[in-house]
């Protein structure tokens, strides 16, 4: 089955600099990968999706990338605020290619805080 | 819309006695997802649904779980009996993939289970 690693639990940084998160998976590269944004004492809400034949998509001050050579994507946050704290999770479609499974396998997440 | 709804939001039991947690998907959606998510194992897939019928129940832990969907607008998911590991948030979702190109999951407030 499909394993999923976010570098780290926890990830503080400086209000205004760049927070960069990793989210490595091991077996097969899935269809696409999502990322979602979790607050305390709240379910996650979706962010991006990113498709196993793109390298890079932007959504305001986030930017994911996914590189299938090395089993690995990567999720930006510029100009980041305090706001922006929260949990952030990986999440990955189990099927090969093509349109996805629908059903999705999570990372447990990393916690990021952004520090005025 | 006002988005998937669960109940309770907060339910405390001692083991042994029965567990009903509700969800109520967004309308139009035609898959329903049950997680649980606790520190030690994060967010994970129990069963899911595709037009009310469950499509992979693989992730429900042991026969004490079930979960049904009698209808569009209604899914519960049942322990009995309950036992202190089942204490979790316990999170329903909604999606409608062939609609939506990014096939995000809507999730719901959650359930907070404490068993005693």
New interface residues.
């Given amino acids: 089955s499909q394993k999923i690693e976010q570098n780290s639990e926890a990830l503080n940084i400086q209000e205004g600099k760049t927070a960069t998160l990793t989210c490595n998976y091991t077996n097969y590269s899935p269809a696409?990968l999502?990322w979602y944004r979790q607050d305390p004492?709240?379910?996650?809400?979706?962010l991006l999706?990113i498709r196993e034949n793109e390298k890079e998509k932007r959504k305001e001050r986030l930017k994911v990338t996914f590189d299938t050579t090395l089993k690995q994507s990567l999720f930006h946050i510029t100009a980041s605020q305090p706001a922006d704290s929260a949990t952030y999770?990986c999440a990955l479609?189990y099927a090969y290619s093509g349109?996805?499974s629908?059903?999705?396998?999570?990372?447990?997440?990393t916690k990021l805080s952004v520090i005025p | 819309d006002a988005g998937?709804i669960q109940s309770p939001r907060h339910e405390v039991t001692e083991m042994g006695q029965e567990v009903t947690l509700r969800c109520k998907p967004i309308s139009g959606h035609d898959?329903l997802?049950w997680?649980r998510q606790t520190m030690m194992?994060?967010?994970?897939?129990l069963i899911?649904f595709?037009n009310n019928v469950p499509?992979?129940d693989s992730g429900m832990p042991e026969d004490r779980f079930s979960a049904k969907m009698p209808n569009a607008s209604f899914s519960t998911l049942k322990i009995q009996p309950s036992e202190p590991r089942d204490s979790a948030v316990y999170?329903c979702?909604s999606?409608d993939?062939l609609a939506d190109s990014?096939?995000?999951?809507?999730?719901?407030?959650?359930t907070r289970l404490t068993v005693l």
């Fill in positions: 696409y999502q004492g709240r379910g996650p809400v979706f999706l999770l479609d349109a996805g629908y059903q999705l396998t999570f990372g447990k997440g | 998937v898959y997802f997680y194992r994060g967010l994970e897939l899911y595709n499509i992979d999170f979702a999606s993939p990014y096939n995000e999951q809507f999730f719901g407030p959650g």
